[in-house]
């Protein structure tokens, strides 16, 4: 049997605890995985105080050797990390190998964002007894962060929350899903190579509630959780003073109108609603479509989806594998059952075998019905015709979530409406909310979540400005 050890100052560690983990394809045992005792996340968390103090002055260049030396671990590991994904998440191995990749582009960006950390001047000769006096802005990194993280990008999103750790000068401790550790624990031993502080990054695989003791202990300078809704807003609620960003989820929409490319819609629309089987924050749920091009997109639509091969994830041409649990598998049946009493209509799918939901395509469902108003994450898309452009806007925004919505039209007075009007962090053009490039500034409104990931933005989250307030005069 396979025993995984987390990730502590530095070092591998085990413990008296440990616990199974299974693979979401055929439940296939994977090993033991160690879990920290209390002794131990004390240990990461002093371990990281101290490291802060060393790595708070890190100069730029060191930042860039630690992350270029981390992007080429990952470089080597890349295969290994590929079937690693697959194995502790299901996620089919296309998209797993796009998951490594992308890892590789945020460590990038963070490599290059570590010399863009920029201050400013400020005038303060804004009255004239202030003659002589300027104001120098400078960012400092905020102290050690605590990165909690999902179990649907296992190496991405943590790569999110340490790139720009360590970009920034702050130590990091990540606590992983406790179905998706080993991912993470591969990037500890890379991360081990870099040559960075001891104690500047710690894995530590302890379960979500008991999470809750770091996330308010006062020497955690920073929450960065990503996660469902619920447990965010809990954590926000008790995470005292610091500062806390939440990367949530959705029901994410898009409207495809008449002038759209309608192929170009429905290859995309197929990727946003099925790709992970639906467990995607910004997975396509809600799609709205012009009445005039309903038929013609739905019948097409539907050609497609039949070719989708369910399967073994770890094979290139599996489209759909299995969801990362029975229990949430089940989950996703029954709000497709209640939504057919609801009135919904399944046009295809709605089965579910084990841990398999085949792609299920439904038209009509009620805003009411859980399948609508709530986070699917499942690999459902539901459709809905509309006549008027603004009527499909009010849809879209007919929701407590604003994670990111796409539209579908070269129509420029469209598309700066959709802008105005619609209330999600992005609005993507000719294409699907679940489009996201790994520099942009990425996060939600509403229940979604609050402040933004993406290198640039989770660096100015995870620095302070400070001010130097000269008086030349004397
Ligand atoms: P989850 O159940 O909320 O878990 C997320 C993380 O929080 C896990 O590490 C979990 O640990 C931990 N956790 C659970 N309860 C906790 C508590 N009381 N205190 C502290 N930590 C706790 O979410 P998930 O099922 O893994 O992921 C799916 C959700 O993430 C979806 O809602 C999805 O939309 C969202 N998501 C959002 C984004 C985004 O960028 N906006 C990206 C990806 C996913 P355990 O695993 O040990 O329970």
Redesign the pocket.
């Known amino acids: 049997m396979t025993e995984y050890k987390f990730y502590l100052n530095g070092k591998m560690c085990s413990s008296k605890l440990k616990y199974k983990l299974f693979a979401p394809y055929k439940g296939k045992s994977i090993g033991n995985v160690y879990r920290p005792e209390k002794k131990h996340v004390e240990k990461a968390i002093d371990g990281a105080c101290k490291a802060f103090e060393i790595t708070r002055k890190y100069p730029v260049f060191k930042r860039v050797e630690i992350l270029e030396s981390i992007i080429q671990g990952i470089k080597k590991r890349k295969s290994e990390l590929e079937k690693t994904i697959v194995l502790e998440a299901g996620k089919c191995l296309k998209h797993a190998r796009g998951e490594v990749k992308r890892a590789i582009c945020t460590f990038t960006i963070a490599k290059e964002e570590c010399s863009r950390i920029e201050g400013g001047i400020i005038p303060l000769d804004i009255l004239s007894a202030n003659v002589n006096r300027t104001g120098i802005i400078k960012r400092f990194p905020i102290g050690p962060v605590l990165g ?6 296992p190496l991405n ?1 943590v790569a ?1 929350k340490v790139a720009p750790a360590i970009a920034s000068g702050n130590p990091i401790i990540i ?5 998706t550790p080993l991912s993470s624990l591969i990037l500890a031993e890379i991360i081990q190579e870099s040559g960075i502080e001891s104690g500047a990054f710690s894995v530590l695989t ?7 003791k770091m ?1 308010q202990d006062s020497r955690i300078k920073k929450i960065s ?8 807003w ?2 926000k609620s008790i995470c005292g003073k610091k500062r806390i960003t939440l ?4 029901n994410c929409a898009a409207i495809i109108h008449t002038d759209a490319n309608l192929d170009y819609a429905i290859e995309r629309s197929l990727m946003g609603a099925f790709a992970y089987q639906g ?5 396509l749920q809600r799609l709205f479509i012009h009445k005039k091009i309903y038929k013609k997109f739905k019948k097409k639509f539907l050609d497609k989806v039949r070719n989708l091969k369910l399967g073994n994830p770890s094979y290139l041409k599996t489209d759909i594998g299995p969801m ?1 649990n029975i229990k949430e598998a089940k989950r996703v049946e029954l709000w497709i059952r209640e939504a057919e009493k609801d009135g919904a209509k399944v046009l295809m799918g709605g089965k579910r075998e084990d841990n398999f939901v085949t792609p299920t395509v439904v038209e009509n469902c009620p805003v009411e019905s859980l399948l609508n108003r709530c ?1 699917v ?1 499942g690999p459902v898309l539901l459709l809905q015709e509309y006549d008027d452009f603004s009527d499909a806007v009010a849809c879209v925004n007919n929701s407590e979530y604003g ?1 990111q919505a796409g539209v579908f039209t070269n129509d420029i007075k469209r598309i700066w409406y959709s802008f105005d009007e619609i209330q999600t962090g992005g609005i993507v053009i000719n294409d699907v909310p679940t489009f996201r490039v790994d520099s942009q500034p ?3 409104l509403k229940s ?2 609050i402040g933004r ?1 993406g290198i640039k933005y989770a660096i100015e989250e995870m620095t302070e400005i400070k001010t130097l307030l000269l008086n030349l005069n004397n």
């Open positions: 909690i993280t999902p179990f649907n990008f999103l999110h606590k992983p899903a406790s179905q302890v379960p979500g509630k008991d999470a809750e996330v959780f990503t996660g469902s809704a619920d447990v965010g809990k954590l990367e949530l989820g959705g467990q995607v924050c910004i997975h990362i986070e994450f994670l990425y996060g939600g979604s979540g990931e």
